[in-house]
Nanobody, 126 residues
């Protein structure tokens, strides 16, 4: 069983919104940065957004700036990714991942993340 479980993906029309959730029952969100990554068929995995465990700062790749918002609810052990104004190019499988808080999540280096969920599919199409 994965330490991280994503949900909230689905099929949405361009311009629509989705909120992804990443739940952990084991990891301490105060000790781990959480990042969202995505991977489309034939493309490399890319960072989308992350939230720092140390200070709660949030970071976004250019692809999501102004449209995506990451947040966390420590009481629910959940990190969210609110995605608005979705575009067909946002179509991908989205993963959340945990990284040691001593590292810089804003670098979006996927090899620095120790734990990964199984992902949730987001499809943006009319």
């Amino acid at each position: 069983q994965s330490l991280l479980v994503e949900s909230g993906g689905g099929l949405v029309q361009p311009g629509g919104s989705l909120r992804l959730s990443c739940v952990t029952s084991t990891l301490n969100l105060d000790a781990n940065n959480i990042g969202w990554f995505r991977q489309a068929p034939g493309k490399e995995r890319e960072g989308v957004s992350c939230i720092s465990a140390s200070d709660g700062n949030t970071y976004y790749a250019d692809s999501g700036k102004g449209r995506f918002t990451i947040s966390r609810d420590n009481a629910k052990n959940t990190v969210y990714l609110q995605m608005n104004n979705l575009k067909p190019e946002d179509t991908a499988r989205y993963y959340c991942a945990a990284q040691r808080k001593s590292l810089y999540c804003s670098n979006f280096l996927h090899w620095e993340y120790d734990y990964w969920g199984q992902g949730t599919q987001v499809t943006v199409s009319s």
